[in-house]
């Protein structure tokens, strides 16, 4: 079974950056779409960014221009480059796999807040 660890959160003031890793174990990483995912307090989880096997790339409107995701598939990594951080980033960040979604992993929280 695939297990996802992300880790990288943190308290950031606005403006501020950080950058997120996700470690996902198994042999399904290489050939598949990976997604960050967050969810706010009250809120439904969303995908923020989506990475496919040869590196294209597609962000949700919120993140665009600040966000970059990136992958190593020799190292089964991706991660998330987040600059420019608002106080609406607040949430905690997953990381799954886009079109065969595997067990979620614990996340990581990133709250902005001055």
């Known amino acids: 079974q695939v297990q996802l660890v992300e880790s990288g959160g943190g308290l950031v003031q606005p403006g501020g950056s950080l950058r997120l890793s996700c470690a996902a174990s198994?042999?399904?990483?290489?050939?598949?779409?990976m997604g960050w995912y967050r969810q706010a307090p009250g809120k439904q989880r969303e995908l923020v960014a989506r990475?496919?096997?040869?590196?294209?790339?597609i962000y949700a409107d919120s993140v665009k221009g600040r966000f970059t995701i990136s992958r190593d598939n020799a190292k089964n990594m991706v991660y998330l480059q987040m600059n420019s951080l608002k106080p609406e980033d607040t949430a905690v960040y997953y990381c799954n796999f886009v079109s065969i979604g595997q067990p979620w992993g614990q996340g990581t929280r990133v709250t902005v807040s001055s």
């Open positions: 990475i496919a096997s040869g590196g294209s790339t």
């Open positions: 198994g042999s399904l990483f290489s050939i598949n779409t």
